[in-house]
Nanobody
Framework: QVQLVESGGGLVQPGGSLRLSCAAS????????MMWVRQPPGEGYEWVSG????????RYAESVRGRFTISRDNANNILYLQMNNLKSDDTALYFC?????????????????RGQGTQVTVSS
């Protein structure tokens, strides 16, 4: 059974930083690309970033490029999202998500499972 559990969200002032974590279990984490998606209040889901299975290749949405960094620890089955210089527009529920199969790449914005999410609120 696939489980994805996010943590690390919170309230932060504009310009601040947060690091999100996602503990994965129930599948061969190290063989899958992974991604972060978010849902701003009252809006639909937005793909944020993707990483390939080894961690060597990453992709970012234009809105977060240069501020967010995705990474992974395959030894411990953890996905990370380091978020710097946060803006009010980054306020959202953040989810880590897994694609349907191990052949999907970091640029494929398709997922079959996601966690419950962690709330990030950027406000002064």
């Amino acid at each position: 059974q696939v489980q994805l559990v996010e943590s690390g969200g919170g309230l932060v002032q504009p310009g601040g930083s947060l690091r999100l974590s996602c503990a994965a279990s129930g599948f061969a984490f190290s063989t899958y690309s992974m991604m972060w998606v978010r849902q701003p209040p009252g809006e639909g889901y937005e793909w944020v970033s993707g990483i390939n299975s080894s961690g060597e290749k990453t992709r970012y949405a234009e809105s977060v490029r240069g501020r967010f960094t995705i990474s992974r620890d395959n030894a411990n089955n953890i996905l990370y999202l380091q978020m710097n210089n946060l803006k009010s527009d980054d306020t959202a529920l953040y989810f880590c998500a897994k694609p349907p199969g191990p052949t999907y790449e970091e640029s494929d914005k398709v997922y079959s499972s996601r966690g419950q999410g962690t709330q990030v609120t950027v406000s002064s």
